[in-house]
Structures are given as C-alpha cells and as structure tokens.
C-alpha cells in the first residue's frame, strides 16, 4: 500500500544540514566583525579629536577678537593637542593616546620622510611652553599682531596634519 505523505513529513524528511559551519568559518566571520568594529572605534575617536581641534581654534578666534589673550594661546595650544592625539591614533591604532605627549613623543608623529616636522614640533612646544605660564611678565604683554601669527600658524598646523591624515587613507 503506497503512503500518503502529508506536506509537512515531506518538508521534514527533506535532508537540509543544518550543522553549524566549520569553526573556522565561524572564528573568521568574528574575527572579521571585531576587526570592521575596531576600525569604525579608530575613524570615529579619529573625527573626534579632529573635531575637539576645530572647536578649540574656533574658540581660540572667539577669544582673540574679545581681547583675551591668554586664553586664545591656552585653546590654541588645546587644538594642536587634540590634533596630535588624532595623529597618535590614526599612526599607532590605539583608541587611548597618552593624556600628554612628549617631545619625544610628538617628532615622530610629525616628522615624516617627505614632510619634515622640526618646526611643527618646536612650535607645540613652545606653544604648551607659554600656555602653562601662569602669568606672562607684565612687562612683556602679549601683543595682538603677534596673537595673530601664532593663531595662524596654529590654524596652518592643523590643517598639514588633516591633510597628511586624509593622503595616508586615500593610499
């Protein structure tokens, strides 16, 4: 007598493998994923910092057209900063920079092959230099023309080292 398959004992009797994929195949699809994830952490602490600087020179302006000179070298010297955090992590992929950097630290960050960064370097020294005096010497009053030159030249860092950021990727 020939038996009556219902459709749900034909559906079942069909042979589908449902056994996990090799472990393998697995450990590499969660390796691939944790991989994709810590370079979406890298890029977005990457724009962070970046972004940290852009605020820091805005505010830095801000401060400069208001008179307040000591505190447009303090964010100036904040911008460049963040920006060598954003430098630290885009070269050694490590989420958490040191909280300050080294002169050490910083030239070989800067200096590169085909971009020399003596100058970069010195300058962020001297700019954490003269934003940790307490006081400047009253006799030598920060002047508005030379605010104006290390608001450049801060702005003019900033924004070599973003390009360097962005030619590194792009390869």
């Given at each position: 007598?020939?038996?009556?398959?219902?459709?749900?004992?034909?559906?079942?009797?069909?042979?589908?493998?449902?056994?996990?994929?090799?472990?393998?195949?697995?450990?590499f699809?969660?390796?691939?994923?944790?991989?994709t994830?810590?370079?979406?952490?890298?890029?977005?602490?990457?724009?962070?910092?970046?972004?940290?600087?852009?605020?820091?020179?805005?505010?830095?302006?801000?401060?400069?057209?208001?008179?307040?000179?000591?505190?447009?070298?303090?964010?100036?010297?904040?911008?460049?900063?963040?920006?060598?955090k954003?430098?630290?992590?885009?070269?050694?992929?490590?989420?958490?920079?040191?909280?300050?950097?080294?002169?050490n630290?910083?030239?070989?960050?800067?200096?590169?092959?085909?971009?020399?960064?003596?100058?970069?370097?010195?300058?962020?020294?001297?700019?954490?230099?003269?934003?940790?005096?307490?006081?400047?010497?009253?006799?030598?009053?920060?002047?508005?023309?030379?605010?104006?030159?290390l608001?450049?030249?801060?702005?003019e860092?900033?924004?070599?080292?973003?390009?360097?950021?962005?030619?590194?990727?792009?390869?």
């Amino acid at each position: 007598m020939a038996r009556n398959w219902s459709i749900t004992e034909a559906h079942c009797s069909h042979q589908v493998d449902f056994t996990p994929r090799s472990q393998d195949h697995d450990n590499f699809i969660l390796a691939k994923s944790k991989h994709t994830l810590a370079n979406h952490m890298l890029r977005t602490t990457i724009m962070d910092y970046h972004q940290h600087a852009k605020y820091h020179l805005k505010l830095a302006a801000i401060m400069r057209n208001h008179n307040q000179f000591k505190a447009c070298l303090i964010l100036c010297d904040w911008a460049l900063a963040s920006m060598i955090k954003a430098l630290y992590i885009y070269k050694y992929h490590s989420v958490h920079p040191p909280k300050e950097l080294t002169m050490n630290e910083i030239l070989p960050l800067v200096h590169t092959d085909t971009e020399p960064g003596l100058d970069i370097a010195l300058f962020i020294g001297t700019m954490q230099h003269m934003s940790s005096l307490a006081d400047y010497p009253n006799d030598q009053p920060l002047e508005l023309d030379n605010i104006e030159k290390l608001l450049q030249r801060t702005e003019e860092i900033l924004e070599e080292l973003a390009t360097r950021m962005k030619d590194d990727s792009s390869e």
